[in-house]
C-alpha cells in the first residue's frame, strides 16, 4: 500500500500531510529491537515479538501487541531465576495461527544447573482482543530441580502513529498499574475520553506470586518432569460491543481447536493450487495463509486489512487491488469488499477529511489521535484512485460471477461513484480526474504513490497541482466501461451507451495528451498547467492494466518497463534508475513493490507480452526465495540484483502486507491468461505460458458460478497443455494458443 510518506535519511513511507514537510511518518528508528521478528495477527489485534517470543520495552519500538490502533503491551519478558533463556529456535506455525518458541537454560550456579537441562516451550497465539500463552517446562536433567520462571508486563497504550513517529503536542495521561492475587492490570483514559485497559489473568489453582508488574512460577520438576503455564491478556476498550471470551481462564485446547475451524473455513473462500515446485508452493502457502490471516470480520463478510504493523486497519485502494489479485481463486472477498466500501462512501462535503458525495474511503482509524482529530485518518477520504478502483472491481467481479443481485444491491453507490468521477474527480473540466487535498493535515499526493515527493518533473522539481496521474485515468477508462456493462444488464441502456462512448473519448484524448514519443512510455501525470511529467515510472504499466494504452505505445512501454534503467533483475522499480530523484532506498522512488509488479505483468499479459510477464515472475519467485518464511514485504529496495544475494530488505516495510501476500496469485493469472466469464459461463486461457520453474500446475476447487472446476496445466518445449479434470456440464474451457 503505498499510504504515507515521509523524509528520513533517504526513507520515504505511508501517509503525509503537507509538501514542507511530513507529518504521519514512519520514522527509521522506529525499527525493530532484533530486526529478526516474529509477528502473528487477527483481525484488529497483532504481535510483534523478538525471535524468543519477549517485547522489549526499550525505546520507541514497533515491538507489542497492539489492539484498535494503540499497543496494549509494550513489554512481555520471560526470565529463568532472573536469567535470559537461551534461544533453540523461533518459528511461525504455517497457518500464522501460533508461534511457537524453543528455549532452555544458561548455566546457572545457584542452584547448580547445567545448560541444556530444562526445555521451555513457548506457544502464543490471539483471537480479536485476547492474547494466549502456553509455557511448558520440562526437565531432562538427572536430578530435581528448582527454579522461578517470572514474566514481567508493561503497557503504555502508545497510539501507532506515535510508534511510527509522530511528534504529539499534546500530554498523554498517565497509565495506572493494579494487581490482585490472580490478575495484573494497567489502565488508561486517553485524551479521547475513552477507557483501554490490558487486564492479565492467571489460573487461581496455579502457583504464583504477583509483585506489581511481574508474575513468579516457583517450580520444582523431577527428572523428566514437566509442568504447564497457561495466561490469557484481555485487551478491552469502552467501544466494544461484544466480549469473545469472559475474563474467567478460558480452555486453551478448546481456543486451539476454535482457530482451527476459522482456518479451515477461512481457507474454502479459496480455490487450491499446487504445483512441482516446492519452493513455488511454499510461496502460494505462506501468501494464503497471511491473506487469512489478514482477512477481518465486518458485518458485510471479509475484508483484508492493508498490512502488519503500520497499516493493520480498513485501506480503501489496498482492500479493493487485494480483491482483484485473488478475485479468480476467491470472489466472495471481492463482494465482500465491494459491500463494505459502499457502505463507508461519502455523502458529503467535509473539507477536514477530503470527503464528497459519492466518493470510496481511503483510511480508517480506530485510535486516541484519529479518535482526537490529530491525524485526520478516523473516515479519511483523500485519495484519487479508490472510487474508480471500486468501479472496476465491480466490474471484474460481476464479469466473473454474473452476480447481478450483488450490483443490484450497490447500484446507488456505483451510479453516486460515476458522479463523483464527473463532479469532483475532474477538477478542471478537462476531462481528465486531478487531485488536491482539501484537508490541511490530509494527505498531498492521492495516488497509491502518496510519498511528498512521488511526483516530479524530469528535472526532479516536485510537480505543482492539482495533479493527473496516468494511472488514475485508465482506472477511470476501466471503470465507465465496466459501469456501461452493468449497466445495459439493469436495463440502464441510455446510460450504459453513454458512458461507454465517454470511456472511448478518454482512451483517444488520453493517447495524445499522455503519451511522450521521447520517453517511450506514458508522462507520469499532467501538472496543473497541463505540462507533462516525462518522467519513467512504474505508474505507465498500470495503463496496460487497465487497457487504456493503445496496442502500438503498449510495446514500446512494456520494453521500456522490463529494460535496465526499470528492471532491477527482482523486479520492476517504481522509477527508472536514471531520472533525477531516483534512489533505490526511497519509498516510492526507485524501490520494487510486488503489488505494483503483478498489476504491471498482468496487463503486460493482456497485451500478448508474455517473455515480459515470465521475466517479472521468474523476479519475484527470485526474490522470495531469500526473504524469510517466502513471505513478500510490503516493498524492498531497488539496487540491482547482485549474485548470491538477496534483495536489499526497505527497513519499515509492512510484513505481511495484503496486497504484496496476494501479488504470487495475479501473477500466475497473468501467466496462465485465464479469464472466468460468469455472463457467458466459460473458462478461457487466452495464450498461456509457464515460467521455466513450473512444469505442473493443478488448480482444484475454481469457482465457477455455482459449481467448481479442476484442471492440470503442463509445460512443454513447444508450450503448454491442459487436462480438464472437473467442469459444471454448462460451461465450457476453451484454450487459446
Known sequence: MAKNGYENSNIMTKTQASSTGEKFNVGSDSINYDDRTQVINHYDTFCIFDRLGNVHPQGKKAQGIFYKGSRFINELVLRLNKQKPLLLSSAIKQDNEILSVDLTNCKMNEPDIKENTLHILREQFIRNGVYFEEINVANYGETTCRVELSI??????????????????????????????????????????????????????SKHTIHKNTVVFPLKLDSQEA???EFAVYFKTDDDRLKIYSDT????????????????????????????????????????????????????????????????????????????????????????????????????????????????????????MANTGEVPFKHYYGTIDATPLFLMLAGMYYKQTND??????????????????????????????EYKNNSEKGLTNQGWKDSYDSVMYADGELCEGPIALCEVQ????????????????????????????????????????????????????LDGYKR???????????????????????QKLAKRLTGKEMFSGWGIRTLASN??????????????????????????????MHEEVLKVMQGLFDSSLFIELQRLPELFCGFNARRNEGPTAYPVACSPQAWAVGAVFLMLQACLQIEIDGIEKCVVFNKPQLPDFLNKVTIANLKVGNSYCHFEVHRHDYGVSFHVIQKPDDWEVLIKK
Not at 447481478?404 to 476531462?431: F, P, R, S, V
Not at 532506498?585 to 497485451?607: E, F, I, Q, R, T
Request: glycine residues 6%; hydrophobic residues 40%.
Open 404 to 433: 447481478l443481485e450483488t450490483i443490484k444491491a450497490i447500484w446507488n453507490n456505483i451510479k453516486a461513484a460515476i458522479t463523483w468521477i464527473d463532479k469532483y474527480g475532474d477538477l478542471d473540466g478537462d476531462g481528465f480526474v
Open 579 to 608: 531520472e533525477k530523484r531516483y534512489n533505490p532506498m526511497s519509498y516510492h522512488d526507485g524501490s520494487v513493490w510486488p503489488h505494483d509488479n503483478a498489476m504491471v505483468a498482468y496487463g503486460l499479459s493482456k497485451y500478448n
Open 249 to 368: 481462564m478460558p480452555v486453551f485446547n478448546h481456543i486451539k481447536e476454535s482457530i482451527q475451524k476459522d482456518i479451515a473455513e477461512t481457507r474454502l473462500l479459496f480455490g487450491n493450487i499446487i504445483s512441482d515446485n516446492e519452493k513455488f508452493n511454499t510461496w502460494l502457502t505462506r501468501s494464503r495463509a497471511d491473506l487469512q490471516s489478514l482477512l477481518t470480520e465486518t458485518k458485510f463478510g471479509h475484508y483484508p486489512y492493508a498490512g502488519v504493523p503500520w497499516y493493520n486497519t480498513v485501506f480503501g485502494r489496498d482492500g479493493i487491488i487485494t480483491a482483484m489479485e485473488i478475485l479468480w481463486l476467491a470472489p466472495q472477498v471481492a463482494k465482500d469488499v465491494l459491500r463494505f466500501l459502499a457502505s463507508e462512501q461519502a455523502t458529503e462535503v467535509n473539507a477536514d477529511n477530503d470527503a464528497e458525495p459519492g466518493k470510496i474511503i481511503h483510511e480508517m482509524r480506530s485510535g486516541e
Open 152 to 205: 514481567s508486563f508493561g503497557a503504555d497504550f502508545s497510539d501507532i502513529f506515535e510508534i511510527r513517529g509522530t511528534k504529539r503536542q499534546v500530554i498523554r495521561p498517565e497509565t495506572e498499574l493494579s494487581s490482585t492475587n490472580n490478575k495484573i492490570v494497567f489502565d488508561y483514559t486517553g485524551l479521547d475520553h475513552i477507557h483501554r485497559s490490558t487486564e492479565i489473568a492467571f489460573k487461581k489453582e
Open 532 to 554: 507533462p511529467c516525462k518522467v519513467l515510472s512504474s505508474n505507465a504499466g498500470h495503463c496496460l492494466f487497465t487497457g487504456i494504452a493503445k496496442q502500438e505505445h503498449a
Open 474 to 525: 485508465g482506472y477511470v477508462y476501466a471503470a465507465k466501461k465496466n459501469v456501461a456493462v452493468m449497466a445495459k444488464a439493469l436495463g440502464e441502456d441510455k446510460y450504459g451507451d453513454e458512458l461507454a462512448q465517454a470511456a472511448v473519448h478518454l482512451k483517444e484524448k488520453f493517447n495524445k495528451s499522455f503519451w511522450d514519443e521521447e520517453l517511450g512510455a506514458y508522462a507520469l501525470a
Open 227 to 229: 509442568e504447564k503455564i
